[in-house]
């Protein structure tokens, strides 16, 4: 009994225990409750409070703004007001001004015709004997007549005239002359006879100037400035083009102060006007040109270096664009210009040279020194540029390090340990053998070199390629020299201005601005610029758009002088030697490094037989403008890596011209070389004979993107070569993966039709891109 009455006890205590901790618990959680529900409601308060200050803030904000705009209106007006004011008080002093002169000049004119008439007593002369003349002569005149009596109308015209007296009495009428009274002088009988006299000023004049633009600068009318140049002997017309000189005569034969301007004084005003020259200098990434024959390993150092994969998308293994790109080292950022390694870009290599501080040689330990190694130390040297020599593809069997020394010795690089000034590294692309070894000798000649520029000031640069982008426009890039380049900025290249729109570093990014060494695309240009034209920022738009029309207008007059001075040339050399057959050829290509590098190289070809005459060139697809050119010159239209146009196309079938597409610069130099000097035996040509035009684009799991297409011209081929273009410029070659029609898989597709295409290696295709199908055909030629 008494261990039951202890174990209820025990639960007793714990059921009380329990209770007492469940209330506590209770009452602690409803005090928690009632806390939060406070602060919340705190903060609901705080914040509803906070956000009324805020709207009350905003609204006295949007007052005093509104007030602060309505007195600024109010100033502009009141300015504008009293602006007119002004302007209108200076025109009426003006015009009174003017109308005083006016008045003197007629009462001095009056006065002098006065008195020379009054001091006129000659008897043949005189007024007054010419007077009495006159009446005798029309009486011995009506005797002489035998006709009726003239009306009364006629009569009073003729007294009116005559200011003679009447019939009936000799009375005055209407200021006719009575007896004893004199004739008024002439000079008092007539009205208005003096023009406004016309004001003389101040006749800014360039070194050539249009007779339209001169006379508007003179107030006068065109037809006066040629009467005087008539009258100096010099016959012009209205638009005509007249120098400095002749100009300045005319200005001068009509009253005018000549101002004579120097022929490039905006051009140096727009130019000088900058802010670099007093900034602090700093130090700056050096530019590394990479140089080298071909094959010999170029694009593939830069591409272990940069640790990306160009080497293999360019064809036929040979860069075909300037490349500038800058990396980052352990040691430091340089900046690298990978300029193609064939003779024909030798223009562009030049170019190259004159953009960099360092370059690099590349020489293959197994070839040794090829002609283009040669080109490449010509152009260093004549740059004043320092020379690392690469011996690459050490790791090759054959490879002979030592006599790649001893070859470019005998051309003045002689090698640090031999005494000379010249490093030499060796490396092997493939593997990354001492690629650190070359980027420390690279930083190593640049610390010797001290290159610093200034950072802060307006950018000057220069334009290391170019070209025309259907989408966007033309397409500059420029590698910074001194300055900062921003995004808003306006650039002068060359021929060509406008404001930087967009800038992407050579991954394709957007930047808002970039220092010096630091190679750039910017979009936003009026045109194209020449690849080497320098790119200098300026202040003023519109006087860089003066300057870039004037570089035009020179450019166009110094083509024009040496089409004339060749013409002219080619007049006594055809009479000298015969005739000379000449190869007429219309260029186009996609930058415009290409194009120049193209036209040297075929200009070089010519001989005293045969001479290669470019009638024309540009850069984009071929238009029908080129093809009509072509056949007015008779003349082959080549396309390096670009197409024609529908229209260009229809032309040059009309005309049945020859077009010849390329997508490696050799192969055109070769066959243009070969057709020359008669050796075309057979040949292989691309000739096209299906073009089909994407409309859709569908996603295959298997297959990859599956363009659906509409056959537009010809035969689509599954087993024949295929390019991808775009905007007439070709982005892929390859071969078809599949061709389907439907569902069924099928050989060819004629045109009309539509059909499904899967691009083998390939997935982005794109609406409205064209795949154009060829096949490579084995002609005979002759050489007509």
């Not at 007077?131 to 009569?155: L, M, V």
């Not at 010795?409 to 490093?423: M, T």
């Not at 601005?513 to 979009?523: F, K, M, T, W, Y």
């Not at 057709?675 to 859709?696: C, H, N, T, Y």
Request: net charge negative; charged share 30%.
């Amino acid at each position: 009994a008494e261990e039951k009455r202890l174990a209820e006890e025990q639960a007793k205590r714990e059921a009380e225990e329990k209770a007492k901790r469940d209330a506590d618990d209770a009452q602690r959680l409803a005090e928690e409750q009632a806390k939060r529900e406070a602060e919340e409601q705190a903060k609901r308060t705080e914040e509803e409070k906070r956000k009324a200050e805020e709207k009350a803030k905003r609204a006295v904000a949007d007052e005093q703004a509104k007030k602060e705009a309505e007195a600024l209106q109010r100033r502009r007006e009141e300015e504008a007001k009293r602006k007119a004011e002004e302007e209108s008080q200076r025109q009426l002093e003006e015009a009174r001004k003017m109308a005083e002169q006016n008045e003197k000049n007629w009462a001095e004119k009056n006065t002098s015709g006065l008195e020379m008439e009054k001091s006129d007593y000659h008897t043949t002369t005189s007024t007054y004997a010419r007077a009495a003349e006159d009446e005798q002569d029309r009486r011995e005149e009506g005797n002489r007549r035998k006709k009726k009596k003239p009306s009364a109308k006629q009569q009073q015209q003729q007294e009116d005239r005559n200011g003679g007296n009447n019939r009936r009495g000799g009375r005055n009428q209407r200021g006719g002359r009575g007896k004893g009274q004199m004739a008024k002088p002439t000079s008092m009988q007539h009205g208005f006879d003096k023009t406004a006299v016309v004001a003389k000023q101040d006749v800014v004049i360039g070194e050539t100037i249009v007779v339209s633009e001169l006379a508007n600068k003179m107030s006068v009318k065109g037809v006066e400035v040629i009467k005087v140049m008539m009258k100096m002997g010099a016959m012009a017309t209205i638009n005509q083009v007249i120098d400095q000189e002749t100009a300045a005569l005319v200005a001068e034969e009509m009253g005018h102060k000549v101002i004579l301007r120097k022929e490039n004084e905006l051009e140096e005003a727009v130019l000088s006007d900058r802010n670099a020259d007093d900034l602090a200098k700093v130090s700056r990434a050096p530019v590394v040109t990479i140089m080298g024959h071909v094959d010999h390993g170029k694009t593939s150092t830069l591409d272990y270096i940069r640790k990306a994969h160009v080497a293999a998308g360019e064809a036929g293994g040979i860069t075909q664009h300037i490349g500038a790109y800058h990396v980052q080292t352990d040691n430091g950022m340089i900046t690298f210009l990978d300029t193609p390694g064939h003779a024909a870009f030798t223009a562009m290599r030049a170019r190259g040279a004159q953009a960099t501080d360092i370059v690099v040689l590349v020489v293959a330990a197994d070839d040794g020194v090829m002609p283009q190694t040669i080109e490449a130390i010509q152009h260093a040297k004549a740059a004043g540029v320092p020379l690392i020599v690469a011996v690459n593809k050490i790791d090759k069997e054959g490879a002979n390090p030592d006599n790649v020394k001893n070859e470019l010795a005998q051309y003045d690089v002689i090698p640090e340990e031999w005494g000379g000034e010249n490093i030499f590294v060796h490396i092997s692309a493939k593997q990354g053998t001492n690629i650190d070894g070359l980027l420390e000798a690279i930083l190593l000649q640049a610390e010797v070199l001290e290159l610093t520029a200034v950072e802060d000031g307006m950018a000057k640069g220069v334009v290391v390629e170019s070209r025309l982008d259907k989408g966007r426009g033309p397409v500059a890039t420029v590698l910074v020299q001194e300055g900062t380049l921003h995004k808003g900025d306006i650039v002068l290249c060359g021929l060509e201005y406008g404001r930087v729109r967009a800038m992407r570093d050579e991954l394709g990014k957007e930047i808002e601005s970039a220092g010096p060494s630091i190679p750039v695309e910017i979009l936003g240009l009026s045109g194209v610029p020449a690849s080497g034209d320098e790119a200098t920022v300026v202040r003023d738009e519109r006087k860089a758009r003066e300057v870039a029309l004037y570089r035009q207008g020179k450019f166009r007059d110094v083509k024009l002088a040496r089409q004339q001075k060749a013409k002219l040339e080619n007049m006594f050399s055809n009479m000298a030697a015969g005739e000379v057959a000449e190869l007429n050829v219309v260029l186009k290509a996609d930058v415009q490094g290409s194009v120049e590098a193209i036209a040297d190289s075929l200009r070089k070809l010519s001989t005293d037989e045969v001479k290669v005459n470019i009638v024309g060139s540009g850069v984009g697809g071929i238009t029908e403008t080129d093809a009509v050119l072509a056949a007015a010159s008779n003349a082959i239209i080549l396309g390096f890596n670009v197409r024609a146009d529908a229209s260009a196309r229809k032309t040059i079938e009309a005309e049945n011209l020859d077009l010849r597409y390329y997508s490696i610069i050799y192969q055109l130099i070769d066959e243009v070389k070969a057709a020359m000097g008669g050796m075309l035996s057979p040949e292989f040509k691309q000739e096209i004979i299906g073009l089909a035009e994407v409309r859709d684009v569908f996603k295959s799991p298997k297959l990859g993107a599956i363009a659906g297409c509409m056959v537009t011209e010809g035969t689509i081929k599954r087993s024949n070569p295929i390019r991808v273009l775009r905007d007439n410029v070709v982005i892929y070659e390859g071969e078809l993966e599949s061709l389907r029609r439907f569902k069924d898989d099928v050989n060819e597709v004629k045109n009309g039709y539509e059909c499904g295409i899967g691009v083998k290696n390939y997935n982005d295709v794109r609406v409205g891109d064209q795949i154009e199908v060829y096949e490579i055909v084995e002609i005979q030629r002759t050489l007509d």
